[in-house]
């Protein structure tokens, strides 16, 4: 007989079956759920004989987590009286037997526990006695409430027990220590626990480290992969290297992304969560999971910031919620923000938006040469150009933007229109010019530099002979704007329309 169980429980419809599958997955209680579909049930239910359609959920687990797995299907089950049942292993491959084991045990530090939100110090204290328990599950469950729970005193608790003399007491902290801490000094206490004389402990390092995603992990987990006695720790280290590379690689120090970012020449992204966030898991899970986020997320140095831990931080950077990402430049300047459950193409946008931010002309020439429909390219393009007064080498690349991006979602086109009539009016092509403002005020009547923009239409204008149509783009200049710095330049030039009337 071994101590792994295989659980059966009937669901509704796949939906459900998912449901109640991601639930027990979630909190760590099986090592592997199976959904087995097409079941027809027949059963009696308030003394009628029933039928229905249901799939079926093979569950693997240990003895030990029956309880758990028990109370978390009933949970998330509709079912009045849900069926779940364990049936015992009494033989199977025996490195698949030892990974169910070894899984759950290890993974026990992971769970966090919702019913526990705030705590005492005698509730630690009662936990950390706990932990002490002769009963697999009861060490568990004390084990997941302090990981949930965090704080000083934890991390002290979980740094003594990697000293003890039990393998299981240093498998439980090696998992729940870098649960509890993002520090450099307790990073490097995982690390040497690869090197630890029991392998479910190096196993449980291995796992720590992955789940981790810290970079630094890379080379020792290469190293584990390669020198490791035990078949299932160099398995495990190949997995998490794969995963690891495979996602995105976070720092853990703002201060040292911002300086690794100066170095590397790439913007910084800082993600700014909340430990027991279920919008910051959300968003972890889906968008950051993505393989086009984590592709972009290359471009940048990444760096994860305990919203609660470093407060300090987040106050600095006005930082009000989480999940919150914060785009930076090297010297720690602001690009962009997304705060919230963002969508990822939304992410997208904002991460390729500051990416071509960075990009030098050169690069940014050359893109545009390749394809005129990018428009972020293109406008670093013009604006460059723009800045050194060189409007008619502009003019292509703002007709691109202009061309390939209507709807202004990257928010250049209605600088680019300005920019373009500007260009054309200084060439004397005073009709393209007028036509080119009108379409700008039309489309964007709350324009950010209105004023200029009916100046400049205005004296276009008049410049064609509309001076009817000039002259009212010019009053409505100072009747909206009698304060601007192009009043005074609007009125000299109805003075002069005026004068010049008057003088016919």
């Known amino acids: 007989m071994t101590n792994a169980v295989v659980g059966l429980v009937t669901c509704s419809s796949r939906a459900e079956a998912r449901k109640v599958a991601r639930a027990i997955l979630k909190r760590k209680l099986v090592a592997c759920v199976n959904i087995v579909g097409g079941l027809e049930s027949h059963y009696w239910w308030r003394g009628k004989l029933e039928s229905a359609r249901e799939c079926l959920l093979l569950i693997k687990t240990t003895r030990a987590r029956t309880r758990g797995v028990t109370s978390a299907v009933k949970a998330a089950h509709s079912y009045e009286i849900p069926e779940v049942i364990f049936l015992p292993v009494v033989a199977g491959e025996r490195r698949y037997l030892k990974w169910i084991g070894s899984c759950v045990a290890k993974m026990a530090a992971l769970m966090l526990l919702a019913s526990i939100s705030v705590a005492r110090a005698d509730q630690v204290d009662d936990l950390i006695k706990q932990l002490g328990s002769t009963n697999e599950e009861d060490r568990a469950e004390a084990a997941d409430a302090l990981t949930r729970i965090g704080g000083s005193r934890v991390e002290k608790e979980f740094r003594e027990m990697l000293k003890s003399r039990s393998p299981e007491s240093r498998q439980v902290a090696v998992v729940g220590l870098l649960e509890v801490s993002d520090s450099n000094e307790d990073l490097e206490r995982v690390h040497a626990c690869l090197k630890d004389d029991n392998s479910v402990v190096r196993w449980s390092a291995v796992l720590a480290l992955q789940n981790s995603g810290r970079a630094e992990a890379i080379p020792w987990l290469e190293e584990v992969g390669k020198s490791d006695q035990v078949d299932s720790v160099r ?62 997320a290359e471009e940048f140095v990444c760096v994860r910031v305990d919203a609660a831990k470093q407060a300090d931080e987040a106050r600095k950077l006005d930082v009000r919620g989480a999940p919150t990402i914060l785009l930076l430049d090297g010297q720690g300047n602001e690009m962009s923000r997304v705060a919230g459950l963002v969508e990822k193409d939304q992410l997208l946008a904002k991460l390729n938006e500051a990416k071509r931010s960075k990009l030098t002309f050169r690069e940014a020439r050359r893109l545009a040469m390749q394809n005129p429909a990018d428009v972020q390219a293109n406008w670093k393009v013009a604006e460059t150009y723009l800045e050194e007064g060189r409007e008619d080498l502009a003019e292509p690349n703002l007709r691109n933007v202009v061309e390939h991006d209507e709807e202004n979602q990257y928010g250049y086109t209605d600088k680019a229109m300005f920019a373009l009539g500007f260009a054309l009016g200084k060439r004397g092509e005073y009709a393209q010019a007028a036509y080119s403002f009108e379409k700008l005020l039309e489309r964007w009547p709350e324009y950010k530099d209105k004023d200029k923009a009916l100046y400049c239409l205005g004296l276009s204008q008049l410049a064609v002979g509309q001076k009817d149509k000039g002259r009212t783009r010019l009053e409505q200049l100072l009747k909206e704007f009698p304060n601007s710095s192009t009043a005074k330049s609007a009125q000299a030039a109805l003075d002069r329309l005026k004068k010049k009337e008057g003088d016919k």
């Open 235 to 296: 398995e495990a280290a190949t997995e998490a290297l794969g995963k690891l590379r495979s996602g995105i690689q976070w720092m853990r120090s703002l201060s040292d992304a911002e300086k690794q970012a100066r170095q590397l020449k790439k913007p910084v992204l800082a993600y700014f969560s909340l430990r027991d966030s279920g919008y910051c898991q959300k968003l972890e899970e889906g968008v950051l999971a993505d393989k086009s986020v984590i592709d972009v």
